[in-house]
């Protein structure tokens, strides 16, 4: 591993323009071209089969009732208990002493929580729920860190049918005290803090704050974790250990509607403020779990998963939760930050405890990139064989670094679109079938319909742009914005009919028909009449060897009408050298896509704004560009970031 950081990689790119399927993963593989045709030929019964791998108390009625679009019902009649799916099935299996987590405490602690283990203090919270008057229906608000409570609570939620709402726990007062009061929840778990960053960060404050601006809240559970002096509320707020850690781990789980309500989560606010996606029981569980099997190409009794996330992101839901317990897996839970105590933290968790799969999101990465391979060297990372990209469109330089640094070379990338509306992975290759391309999420997986299509709805021509619409209903689909089935009609399903829901991505398709996302349409840019992706200006600056990261903004410009704003982040051991370096990426960003699309300003910058999910929130710097008021930032990871790149924000336009 020489790789400095100083040359491109697309040398690595096979002639063919596609790296095949290890041949060694695709004779063992999961899933092969026999399930893309049997989905094709019968799409519901290809998930009454998913459906299948679960453990259901009463079998359905139909698989799918969408007589009433674009409000859809999965496996009418049928009833489960996504908890005892999750734990207790493993447990009467045999498999009790599997490990259900490696977690690892950002300070060095650790705890390998088995599925017994796990099945214990699930009842136990469970009950424990019950006795502060918790009822199916009712809503659980979870503002946590990265800790094992945070999964017990949620699954025991799902026990008694309640309806959890996780928080991040990075998020303000104001933003908790909005989601508590918009999702009407009546309980509030927390902890005394959490470790970020190499130091211990207080949450108990942030709640006893939110709820001094809402009400409703009747109870506080409060989880030990970082000893720091909390305030006390008597009659409200009570310890977890107090009041957990004496139940009986006897709780019997009573079955619930396929439909039953299971959580209630907000999307990152990358484009708008946030909006409370509702996500039901059966079809949710059937599609996380059959995806989190399918994409990763999982191998219960072999493999170790890691999902980076935080698990309050949609994607912690469901594939550090629900995922990954559905199908018995064992997985790593990491509580801190990729730098702490050092840059080589991930690489260090990898050879510890051999993980083979790991899920991440490109930000990450092209912040390794920025650190450089060097800090992969010192660790064993060699049985890592499939690594998942998640959350943006990975540029293809990011998506070959990955490859090559983080999976040996040999490793296969899936980069996975989907939405905290579709619960899971929608657009994604199969990595034992498909032969990948840097930079595409490529085909809709089996049993999902999606099409790229022009402003009147009809299907584009490959090598054209247009929008992503899902033109069948799929079982992990939102069923509604909570509090406001209008607002949900509207969002998704009105654009093109009651029964297409519209995404809010742009897309590209290739001439062999694969998909190429280009950023969300509310950042499309419009320059001279020319309709320019933020995502491809990205990634033709990223592929340029001094650039770790780059986000692009459309800004109003007199003459064009819009002009292109790009703010970089350089790599490790690249030099800012002012006029030369921003002629150079000009010209560069020329060559790669044209004199259209070559920036009107390029700003280095030491940050960029993301939400806490790793998404750059461009509206945001398209507000500083604009010299406007900041839009919502209750999703922001870090304000300050901000009044860094507005002070380095000329004063145009
Ligand atoms: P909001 O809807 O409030 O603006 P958000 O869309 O960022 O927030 P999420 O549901 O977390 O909230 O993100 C989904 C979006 O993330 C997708 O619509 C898409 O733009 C982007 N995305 C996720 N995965 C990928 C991927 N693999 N490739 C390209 N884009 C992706
Ligand atoms: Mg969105």
Redesign the pocket.
Same mark, same amino acid.
């Given at each position: 591993m020489s790789e400095t950081g100083t040359q491109s990689l697309t040398d690595d790119i096979p002639a063919s323009g596609v790296f095949d399927p290890p041949a060694e993963l695709a004779a063992q593989a999961n899933v092969t071209q026999a399930d893309y045709d049997r989905a094709a030929e019968d799409r519901l019964g290809f998930w009454a089969d998913a459906a299948g791998r679960l453990d259901w108390t009463k079998p359905w009625d139909e698989v799918l009732d969408w007589t009433n679009p674009p409000f859809a019902k999965w496996f009418t009649g049928g009833e489960l208990n996504v908890a005892v799916n999750c734990v207790d099935r493993h447990v009467d299996a045999g498999r009790g002493e599997t490990v259900a987590y490696h977690w690892v405490g950002e300070p060095g602690d650790t705890r390998d929580i088995t599925y017994a283990q796990l099945k214990d203090e699930v009842c136990r919270a469970a009950n424990a729920l019950t006795s502060l008057g918790v009822q199916a229906g009712d809503r659980v608000a979870i503002y946590l860190p990265m800790i094992p409570e945070a999964v017990v609570s949620m699954l025991a939620c799902a026990r008694i049918g309640a309806v959890h709402m996780v928080v991040f726990g990075g998020f303000s007062p104001d933003a908790l005290a909005s989601r508590v009061e918009d999702a009407g929840a009546k309980v509030v778990i927390t902890a005394d803090g959490g470790y970020r960053r190499g130091a211990p960060s207080a949450l108990k404050p942030a709640v006893d704050e939110a709820l001094t601006k809402v009400s409703g809240v009747d109870h506080v559970l409060v989880v030990k974790r970082t000893e720091q002096d909390v305030d006390w509320t008597e009659g409200r707020d009570q310890w977890w250990h107090d009041l957990v850690d004496g139940q009986s781990a006897e709780h019997e789980a009573q079955a619930f509607d396929a439909e039953h309500p299971l959580y209630i989560m907000?999307?990152?606010?990358? @484009?708008?403020?946030?909006?409370g996606?509702l996500h039901t029981s059966g079809g949710y569980l059937t599609q996380v779990s059959w995806t989190h099997w399918a994409t990763f190409d999982l191998k219960r009794d072999t493999d170790v998963f890691w999902c980076a996330a935080d698990v309050a992101?949609?994607?912690g839901h469901s594939y550090i939760v629900y995922g990954p317990l559905s199908n018995g897996a064992t997985s790593v839970m990491y509580e801190g930050t990729p730098e702490t105590p050092h840059r080589g933290r991930w690489w260090e968790i990898v050879q510890q405890y051999k993980v083979s799969i790991l899920y991440a999101a490109?930000t990450v990465v092209r912040t390794f990139m920025k650190w450089g391979a060097q800090e992969l060297e010192p660790f064993d990372t060699s049985t890592l064989r499939v690594l998942g990209?998640?959350?943006?469109?990975?540029n293809p330089e990011a998506w070959l670094w990955y490859r090559k640094n983080v999976g040996g070379g040999t490793a296969t990338v899936v980069? @996975?679109?989907?939405?905290?509306?579709?619960g899971a992975h929608m657009?994604?290759p199969m990595p034992g079938v498909t032969a990948t391309k840097p930079g595409s999420?490529q085909r809709a997986i089996p049993g999902i319909s999606a099409a790229v299509v022009d402003e009147e709805g009809k299907p584009i021509e490959p090598g054209a742009t247009g929008y992503?619409v899902l033109t069948e209903p799929w079982p992990a689909m939102l069923r509604t914005i909570w509090g406001s089935d209008e607002r949900y009609v509207e969002t998704y399903w009105s654009r093109y009919g009651k029964d297409v829901y519209f995404?809010?991505?742009g897309a590209k398709l290739d001439e062999d028909g694969d998909i190429w996302?280009l950023?969300?349409v509310?950042d499309v840019m419009n320059v001279s009449g020319h309709r320019i992706s933020t995502?491809e200006v990205e990634s033709a600056l990223v592929s340029h060897p001094t650039v770790a990261e780059a986000a692009v903004v459309g800004a109003t410009d007199p003459t064009t009408g819009q002009g292109i704003v790009a703010f970089v982040i350089l790599r490790g051991d690249a030099q800012d050298s002012g006029e030369d370096l921003v002629t150079t990426l000009r010209q560069h960003v020329r060559k790669e896509i044209g004199p259209i699309a070559s920036p009107r300003q390029i700003m280095v910058v030491a940050e960029l704004p993301k939400?806490r999910?790793g998404?750059i929130m461009r509206r945001l710097l398209r507000d500083v560009a604009e010299n406007r008021e900041l839009g919502d930032v209750s999703?922001l990871t870090d304000s300050s970031v901000m009044d860094l790149i507005g002070a380095k924000m000329p004063a145009s336009s």
């Open positions: 907000y999307t990152s606010g990358t @484009t708008a403020k946030p909006k996606i992101w949609v994607t490109p990209s998640v959350g943006e469109p990975i980069d @996975t679109w989907w939405q905290t509306e579709t657009i994604a999420a992503l995404a809010g991505d996302l950023g969300r509310d995502t939400t999910s998404k999703t």
